[in-house]
């Protein structure tokens, strides 16, 4: 498993906002796809890696470790050398896919073509963003630091799971999910 798109692998709060924030763009005569779910510690690792060196690489698994986060330091490590853009700032664990607590979409076209560009599709992603935060759920296109993620929505404002879990929870959260 890499990435989910079924709405049912999310908790089940996650899901209920999903659908409604896809009822809330269809009430608005725009159309999403929601193209990822639940995120595999694999997937996330492969993600982190792409575009870092081996060395920051290496520098987030003694981090992980430091922190109790061991297993994960280990999948870090073990999905091997993955080369491609910069994808995201958060590595396993530190994703809320990873805990089935966010979800990512896009605005599509009556073909069902994925609208990526925000400057050309401004109104249709500013309808998702709307429909985000009326189901009080944090919108990735609303964060700051320069860094800002136009298709993803949360449950949560933590910025880092981490920092909520304790290595043990985090674990006992990844076994059910099935993602140990």
Same mark, same amino acid.
């Given at each position: 498993?890499?990435?989910?798109?079924?709405?049912?692998?999310?908790?089940?709060?996650?899901?209920?906002? !999903?659908?409604? $924030?896809?009822?809330?763009?269809?009430?608005?005569? $725009?159309?999403?796809?929601?193209?990822?779910?639940?995120?595999?510690?694999?997937?996330?690792?492969?993600? #982190?890696?792409?575009?870092?060196?081996?060395?920051?690489?290496?520098?987030?698994? $003694? &981090?992980?470790?430091?922190?109790?986060?061991?297993?994960?330091?280990?999948?870090?490590?073990?999905?091997?050398?993955?080369?491609?853009?910069?994808?995201?700032? !958060?590595?396993?664990?530190?994703? &809320?896919?990873? #805990?089935?607590?966010?979800?990512?979409?896009?605005?599509?076209?009556?073909?069902?073509?994925?609208? &990526?560009? #925000?400057?050309?599709?401004?109104?249709? &992603?500013?309808? #998702?963003?709307?429909? $985000?935060?009326?189901?009080?759920?944090?919108?990735?296109?609303?964060?700051?630091?320069?860094?800002?993620?136009?298709?993803? !929505?949360?449950?949560?404002?933590?910025?880092?799971?981490?920092?909520?879990?304790?290595?043990?929870?985090?674990?006992?959260?990844?076994?059910?999910?099935?993602?140990?």
């Amino acid at each position: 498993m890499s990435n989910y798109r079924d709405i049912s692998k999310l908790v089940p709060d996650a899901q209920i906002k !999903a659908n409604k $924030v896809v009822k809330y763009c269809r009430s608005k005569g $725009v159309n999403i796809s929601i193209y990822t779910t639940l995120r595999s510690l694999e997937q996330t690792a492969r993600y #982190y890696r792409q575009s870092r060196s081996i060395n920051g690489i290496m520098a987030k698994a $003694v &981090w992980l470790e430091d922190k109790g986060f061991d297993y994960l330091a280990k999948i870090l490590i073990d999905v091997g050398a993955c080369y491609g853009e910069h994808v995201t700032n !958060a590595t396993l664990g530190e994703d &809320w896919h990873n #805990y089935g607590e966010a979800f990512d979409s896009c605005p599509v076209d009556g073909s069902c073509n994925y609208l &990526w560009d #925000y400057e050309a599709n401004l109104d249709k &992603w500013a309808t #998702y963003g709307e429909a $985000v935060e009326s189901v009080g759920m944090n919108w990735g296109g609303n964060w700051g630091g320069g860094f800002k993620d136009f298709p993803h !929505a949360q449950l949560r404002t933590e910025p880092n799971p981490l920092n909520v879990y304790s290595p043990d929870e985090a674990k006992l959260i990844f076994k059910n999910l099935g993602l140990l």
